[in-house]
């Protein structure tokens, strides 16, 4: 897949091609026993990207595998089509992947978007797996803020329709905000975000591979899947 070379436009009318595919029909008891985190890094004013996925056990976020690849891309950064310069990349590490998980975390937005085509909708469409968006930031919807304690939430409001939860992952830190990408019901979501949310603000399936993608990025780790031998010593 490659969406070099489109315009916005083009952009926008495959986002609403997209958008006539997404379902969030799975059912509220739909098995999770493994979740994974998928995250980009890139040098400023590079066109190489640095993907990686990470395969962890569910509830226990006990890393398991990850995959890392690189890729390349001239697609502008433009909010609301992050999807279009990341996902191409992300597709190359998930075909790593021997074995998917339950559900995938993206570093984005689901339905939390004008045209409910966030990055994990967009890859959940393509690849037909369960993803939830996960954005440290959000510039769609409207809420009101959750209490400080840690694993309150609020509603995101599309009108009146909600779309989305503003959550806060640790006491009296900045809220997260996070929707479902595809199959998965806004109640599954919140559910799977608060189990997956360990002592940091950023839930533990995209911190971990924020960590990783960094590391592979200036060349600690290699490209290729690797398995943990003993994820007790990763970190």
């Not at 433009?78 to 993206?106: M, N, S």
């Not at 009108?159 to 595809?182: A, C, F, N, Q, W």
């Amino acid at each position: 897949m490659d969406y070099n070379g489109l315009s916005i436009s083009e952009a926008t009318q495959i986002q609403n091609e997209l958008r006539q595919h997404l379902r969030f029909d799975y059912p509220e008891n739909f098995p999770v026993h493994t979740i994974a985190g998928a995250d980009i890094s890139y040098n400023r004013n590079s066109e190489i990207l640095y993907a990686a996925i990470v395969l962890l056990d569910y509830p226990y976020m006990t890393l398991k595998a990850y995959a890392l690849v690189t890729g390349h891309t001239t697609f502008p950064y433009v909010p609301g089509y992050l999807a279009f310069r990341e996902v191409p990349t992300l597709l190359k590490a998930w075909d790593l992947l021997p074995e998917k998980p339950d559900v995938l975390i993206l570093d984005g937005q689901g339905i939390l978007h004008p045209r409910q085509m966030g990055i994990a909708s967009h890859f959940g469409v393509l690849t037909q797996q369960a993803t939830i968006g996960c954005g440290k930031s959000s510039l769609f919807g409207k809420f009101n803020e959750p209490q400080l304690s840690k694993g309150s939430s609020e509603f995101i409001y599309n009108g009146m329709e909600p779309i989305g939860y503003i959550l806060r992952t640790k006491d009296r830190v900045k809220p997260v905000y996070i929707s479902p990408g595809y199959g998965l019901s806004l109640i599954k979501t919140l559910q799977i975000m608060k189990q997956a949310t360990g002592a940091y603000r950023i839930p533990e399936p995209t911190r971990i591979a924020h960590e990783i993608v960094n590391d592979f990025r200036i060349g600690k780790l290699k490209a290729g899947y690797h398995i943990i031998q003993n994820p007790l010593t990763l970190f």
